[in-house]
């Protein structure tokens, strides 16, 4: 038995040790946000948040987590009550097929979460690990152009 | 006795002002006229190519460009021992680069480290190395270099703390480590052996790193290539002392410096991944040649059995985080690179470049195929980290068990591995 | 074009009397007269059915009303991404004056849509779309019709708004009240048209996607999240090359490892499957591991691959001859041209679920086609096909056919091994990238001459690929059928014919010249597994054409637009090109500085789909050849817009991936195996390389009939990237990809 904290909450998880997270959320917990893109830390589509630094999930085995902080695209708000990154991505429609979606969304998070005010340079940058095939790119760094707006507007 | 003491003090100051005249007489250099930027086609173009490959070799670019910079406008912070120094903007910008730079003047910083209006440069320019270049190649690299586009960007001031950064004190530095004279050939050798020898030594400067340094940061020229380090990173040994398990033939040490790979000793990384992929756009011959020479220097243990790496099934760490990449039939190894066993950073003396490696990863090079790993400063505690590298060592190599690796994360992770 | 008449008023009586002569009939003919989507072509044409009506003209295959008013319509088409089941929802939603949320539409299930073969060809709106659209206004039409039949008033007098049909007088009737005494199960009316453009409140309106919400909060929305009650994983030990002989295995220990259930060998198919899926992947590492093979297979070498492919057997077609006199001809000008193998690239490697009962075999498949699927499947599996139900789940983005079909049949004979379980098969990365069927290698070679006045006086095109489309529609086209014992017979290849083409896909250029002629050198021999990827042969072609056509126009000393323009007669041609240079500004722009450079393409895709032209500027940095895209401005025309969104963001994206395609991309080889196995050997685009901008102008076509635009911008952004780094550098780069190696070769020192 191995417990993790996910968005706040205790969870009992009975996997061997050496499961990545990936599989635990996905298979253990029923969550579909992270994503199986590759299981290589190649593409993304797989990004949690770890104590506040966006990580891929598929190269992370859960022996590795006791004790620390999960988060998820789940823990950030829901179709009814979106939070602020999933939000400007609804309104900047940015998604195609949506399969990179969330993990763009949790790397956008850890982003405006430790920079709020990221120059154009800094989002290419910090999104880089993430891949999208459909070419959803252009919306996508609208959208975290404009979650980082809100978050100054709600700030002030 | 008041009389005589002061007359020791007066004596002592006249023999330290003499000193320091004497000194400043030796550090002292004249400023060269500046000049308007020759025009790019007053070079010829074969002399520009020539040069193109030397900079190539000599690793302008990695210096002189910040992340994000435009090629050769410096800005780069270089970390030394001394404090952090920026490399300057070497385009043909007349205010802020090399423009009003004649060719002497060029020549005189290459060699002697002294820029066109006689301040001293720090070593962290490997002048003492081009010195060694003939006038031929350090025509080619100027004509190379003036016929860039010219940037406007001035490096940010250095970090260097008083009395270090007081440029006259190179001079000192200078008398006691400068070696001028052009290198010159050895008879015995062949003519790529040769070819090699001199793009290492007047060029590429691979001592640079590959040499371990003194106190004053000078390479100690009795232990060539016995091994250094730069940027946190230690630099192999790149002769007897070499920790490669498979041998380093001509082949997979010319294939290793063009394409940043060996299947059989793992991906360049840290400060070397950026010249492999300078050298990438080297003639092969050139490349070759200097895999000779090195070769020459390795040690020529025998061909490796080609073992097929097992599945890890006593590890979590490894069995989740790693063998997606380094179990058998992963795509790395289908791309032909072997076990983990293979690798130099593992089999090394030190566990510095393991754990650098497992911090840091293989950054994506935009475009390129080639090799990239993800880090894992974020995922990995420090006891986890050591839990795994202490694994790596019993498992996949032969060598005695790491003692250093405690002190090596705390390094790492203080240097920007956190 | 004007808007269509309203529908006459047909009592009901009239319509059943009809409803024989109505319904069309077909007999069912080769495959090779089958267009992309494997629809064959309607025999009736003058009495046709639009769309797909045509083939499944019975009103209830589309619309039912249920008791409650819920309306539920139908596709065969599967949404891939593009935003399909929104704009389909939205085309409903407008003909039976509903909200759109009160719409649930059911996709591409055998059981329970119609047959629209393959979802491909950019054929959704204009097949799929157009059905529902007409049997949507029917049902409305024949709704109304019941209500005045209960009001007693004529139907003229009634209107149909949200879900009731209201009198003048105030009195209304549900829909659910009305679908009681009312049979939908006619056949539809003759085409009447798109209606009144100007009464649209849906239509032409950017309803946000309905799909984005839940994939943005965690919702299950792809077969990847699918778990059904007892449900098994399975991972394919694959043949690690075409003909790989497996020699030996020690299943057994496989088989004692924690979780795993099964080993299935079959000849050369190896399987694993586990309860749970991290012991599924760590046994198939194992398996993998333990598995001995014989290999043989020999790939060609890659860096002679079009020579190679320039070399096979062909079979010549004649795509266009044009002959006319016209002015001298005093300069001549000749090019080549070349593509790689270029690789789908799902972002989530393909997967599928089976399950077996007596019943029969259900697969939850991400296929671009169920009910082709469904009889390829019967097929592999030795079955009536009335016995295999597919039911399509989204998958991540396709771009044509990838690993899905594939892994549709892992997962039905793996549950077939395995009776009463559902199987869920998940390809590893490695897989997905080695084994999927890439979009071909092509060659193309173009000559053409210019008179006095620096007109085009003829034009001579060679295109060399192989088929475009193995899509399984026979069971012999599963990538698993050759590991099999007993192999199913493969059918040859066979080319998609013209007007939709295959590898000869828009090699007809829209243009007008004087004298022209278009051979499609046809090359059954495929040296690597391929098949139909985004835009089949029309992003080479495209490439080719609008490269070219800039290198005419460069030596006729003319500006590359004005170029185009008196060559084009198409009117809405001339319109996209003209939108997008005024709006790039291109006439305006000073000539370009060293490392700069513009460049601008057009193409109407398969000259019957959408039109598109795209203008952008770009940097190339010369000491490493990156190229970085600048302003790129598009104006497309799709018809009559459904959701100017989705069509902006289908055009954006089409944009970025082709830059990817162009500058990146190519699948790499030695002479036995694929090597390009993972993302560090296969790189795409990244956030950093991304445009800097991308605008898209879409032109508003009112009552114009749905084009298809999900491919039409690939070839296009291809030849502009071409055009641009020639003025960047002063080099016509004609080898595709235009990679960072090749631009700072170009460039030199």
Redesign the interface.
């Known amino acids: 038995m191995i417990t993790l904290t996910i968005n706040g909450q205790q969870h009992d998880v009975d996997a061997e040790p050496d499961t990545p997270l990936l599989y635990v959320l996905r298979e253990d917990l029923q969550m579909n946000g992270a994503k199986f893109g590759c299981g290589l830390g190649q593409c993304g589509a797989c990004t949690v948040m770890l104590d506040g630094k966006a990580v891929f999930s598929c190269v992370i085995p859960i022996s590795l987590l006791p004790g620390r902080e999960i988060k998820t695209i789940e823990g950030l708000g829901t179709a009814a009550v979106p939070g602020v990154v999933q939000q400007a991505f609804i309104d900047e429609q940015a998604a195609q097929c949506g399969y990179c979606i969330a993990g763009m969304v949790m790397r956008a998070q850890a982003l405006l979460e430790h920079n709020p005010s990221p120059t154009e340079e800094q989002i290419r940058d910090e999104m880089t690990p993430n891949l999208c095939r459909c070419g959803t790119h252009m919306r996508i760094l609208r959208a975290v152009r404009r979650a980082a707006q809100t978050m100054k507007r709600v700030a002030l | 006795m008041a009389h005589r003491g002061a007359w020791v003090l007066g004596a002592g100051g006249v023999v330290v002002a003499g000193a320091v005249a004497a000194f400043a007489a030796i550090a002292w250099r004249p400023q060269i006229e500046p000049i308007s930027p020759p025009a790019s086609n007053s070079f010829s173009p074969e002399v520009v190519k020539n040069g193109a490959v030397l900079a190539a070799v000599g690793d302008c670019a990695v210096c002189h460009t910040a992340a994000h910079g435009r090629p050769f406008a410096g800005g780069r912070p270089l970390p030394t021992p001394f404090g952090i120094i920026y490399a300057t903007n070497i385009t043909p910008d007349v205010d802020t680069g090399i423009g009003a730079w004649s060719e002497q003047a060029f020549r005189r910083a290459m060699r002697q480290g002294i820029d066109r209006t006689g301040r001293h440069l720090y070593p962290v320019l490997p002048y003492p190395h081009f010195t060694r270049a003939t006038d031929e190649d350090i025509a080619g690299m100027y004509a190379f270099l003036m016929t860039r586009a010219p940037l406007r960007a001035e490096a940010p001031p250095n970090t260097v703390p008083f009395p270090l950064n007081v440029r006259a004190t190179i001079a000192g530095w200078n008398l006691l480590f400068l070696r001028p004279g052009v290198w010159r050939a050895d008879p015995s050798q062949t003519a790529e052996w040769n070819r090699g020898s001199y793009l290492v030594d007047a060029v590429g400067h691979c001592g640079a790193c590959h040499t371990p340094h003194n106190a004053l940061e000078a390479e100690k020229d009795t232990k060539p290539f016995a091994g250094g380090e730069a940027e946190g990173w230690d630099a192999p040994a790149l002769q007897a002392a070499s920790p490669a398990v498979a041998p380093w033939t001509v082949e997979a040490l010319t294939a290793y410096l063009r394409t940043g790979f060996s299947t059989e000793h793992g991906a360049a990384a840290g400060p070397m991944a950026a010249v492999t992929q300078e050298l990438a756009a080297v003639p092969e011959s050139d490349v070759r040649a200097i895999a000779i020479y090195f070769a020459s220097m390795m040690p020529h243990p025998p061909p490796m059995a080609q073992a097929q790496p097992a599945i890890v099934t006593d590890n979590p760490t490894f069995a989740g985080a790693c063998e997606g990449c380094h179990g058998p039939d992963a795509p790395m190894t289908r791309g032909g690179a072997q076990s983990l066993a293979l690798s130099s950073a593992v089999n090394a003396r030190s566990s510095r470049d393991a754990i650098q490696m497992i911090l840091h990863g293989l950054a994506w090079r935009e475009g390129h195929a080639g090799p990239y790993m993800p880090g894992f400063a974020s995922v990995l505690s420090d006891p986890q980290m050591i839990d795994v590298v202490r694994y790596l060592r019993s498992h996949f190599s032969s060598g005695a068990p790491w003692t250093d690796i405690e002190s090596q994360l705390r390094a790492a992770r203080r240097d920007g591995g956190a | 074009m004007n808007a269509r008449p309203q529908p006459p008023e047909l009592s009901r009586r009239q319509l059943l009397a009809a409803g024989g002569a109505l319904i069309v009939s077909f007999s069912l003919t080769g495959r090779s007269e089958a267009d992309e989507t494997g629809a064959t072509p309607s025999p009736a044409k003058e009495a046709a059915l639009p769309g797909s009506l045509a083939k499944t003209p019975v009103l209830d295959a589309w619309i039912r009303v249920d008791g409650d008013g819920r309306v539920t319509a139908f596709t065969g088409k599967a949404e891939?991404?593009?935003?399909m089941r929104t704009a389909v929802i939205q085309l409903a939603a407008e003909q039976l004056a509903v909200a759109p949320e009160s719409i649930e539409l059911v996709t591409a299930d055998t059981a329970l849509t119609p047959d629209e073969g393959f979802t491909a060809g950019s054929h959704s709106m204009q097949d799929s779309g157009t059905a529902v659209f007409n049997a949507a206004g029917q049902v409305r039409w024949l709704l109304m019709q019941a209500a005045a039949t209960r009001f007693a008033l004529p139907v003229d007098q009634l209107t149909a708004r949200d879900g009731f049909v209201h009198a003048p007088d105030g009195r209304s009737f549900g829909y659910g009240a009305l679908s009681a005494g009312l049979s939908l199960h006619v056949s539809a009316e003759p085409a009447t048209g798109l209606g009144d453009p100007k009464s649209y409140r849906i239509i032409g309106k950017?309803l946000?996607?309905v799909?984005?919400?839940?994939?943005?909060?965690?919702?299950?929305?792809?077969v990847?999240?699918m778990?059904l009650p007892g449900m098994l994983h399975a991972r394919v030990v694959r043949q690690p090359s075409p003909g790989a002989r497996l020699r030996s295995v020690d299943a057994g220990a496989i088989e004692r490892l924690?979780g795993v259930v099964k080993v299935v060998r079959d000849g050369d198919y190896l399987v694993v499957v586990a309860e749970?899926?991290?012991?599924a992947?760590?046994a198939w590492?194992?398996l993998?591991?333990a598995a001995e093979w014989s290999e043989n297979a020999e790939l060609p070498e890659q860096a002679s691959l079009h020579a190679t492919l320039q070399a096979l057997p062909a079979r010549d077609i004649e795509v266009l001859t044009w002959t006319a006199t016209a002015g001298a001809a005093v300069k001549r000008l000749q090019a080549r041209f070349t593509k790689p193998y270029l690789m789908h690239?799902?972002?989530?490697?393909s997967c599928a679920l089976a399950q077996f009962s007596d019943d029969g075999v259900t697969v939850w498949t991400h296929t671009q086609g169920v009910y082709p699927q469904r009889g390829a499947l019967a097929e592999l599996l030795r079955l009536p096909p009335e016995k295999v139900r597919c039911i399509h789940v989204?998958?991540?983005?396709c771009?044509g056919h990838n690993g899905a079909d594939d892994v549709a049949a892992d997962a039905a004979l793996i549950a077939r091994a395995m009776p009463g379980r559902p199987i869920r098969v998940?390809w590893?990365?490695?897989q997905e990238?080695t084994a999927e069927p890439f979009g071909p290698a092509m060659v193309t070679e173009v000559s053409a001459a210019l008179d006095v006045e620096g007109n085009i006086v003829d034009w001579e095109y060679g295109v060399w690929s192989n088929t475009h489309n193995m899509r399984p529609t026979k069971g012999g086209m599963f990538l698993q059928n050759a590991a099999l014992p007993e192999p199913l017979p493969v059918p040859p290849p066979e080319p998609i014919p013209m007007p939709e083409g295959g590898g000869d896909r828009n090699s007809n250029p829209l243009y007008a010249f004087p004298n022209a002629h278009v051979v499609y050198h046809f090359v059954p021999t495929m040296p690597l597994r391929i098949s139909a990827m985004r835009s089949l042969g029309a992003y080479h072609n495209i490439f080719t054409i609008e490269s070219f056509m800039d290198e005419l126009a460069e030596a006729a000393g003319a500006d590359p637009v004005p170029f185009r323009l008196r060559h084009m007669k198409d009117a809405r041609a001339r319109d996209v090109i003209e939108a997008a240079a005024d709006r790039f500004g291109w006439s305006k722009l000073p000539l370009a500085e060293?490392?700069r450079g513009r460049g601008f393409a057009f193409a109407r895709y398969k000259n019957l789909g959408a039109y598109c032209a795209i203008a952008l500027d770009l940097t190339v940095?010369?000491?490493?050849g990156?190229v970085q895209i600048g302003r790129v401005v598009a104006a497309v025309d799709s018809g009559q817009p459904i959701n100017p969104?989705g069509i902006r963001?289908?055009i954006?994206?089409?944009?970025?991936?082709?830059?990817?395609w162009t500058?990146?991309e190519q699948v790499?080889f030695d002479r036995r195996?694929i090597?390009?196995?993972?993302?560090?050997?296969?790189?795409?685009?990244?956030?950093?390389?991304?445009?800097l901008?991308?605008d898209v102008h879409v032109l508003d076509r009112p009552g114009q009939p749905f084009l298809g635009t999900g491919e039409a911008g690939q070839g296009p952004t291809a030849a502009a990237i071409a055009n641009a780094l020639r003025q960047a550098t002063g080099v016509r780069l004609r080898n595709l990809p235009l990679?960072?190696e090749r631009v700072?070769a170009a460039v030199g020192?």
């Open positions: 891939l991404g593009q935003g950017s946000p996607r799909d984005i919400p839940a994939k943005l909060t965690g919702g299950a929305a792809y990847q999240d778990r924690p749970r899926e991290w012991q992947v760590k590492r194992a993998s591991a690239g799902s972002i989530g490697p989204q998958g991540s983005g771009y998940q590893m990365r490695e990238n060293r490392g940095e010369h000491e490493t990156r969104d963001n289908q954006e994206g089409a944009i970025v991936q082709s830059a990817s500058l990146y790499s195996h090597t390009s196995a993972d993302w560090s050997g296969y790189p795409i685009l990244r956030f950093p390389a991304a445009p901008s991308v990679s960072r700072k020192v």
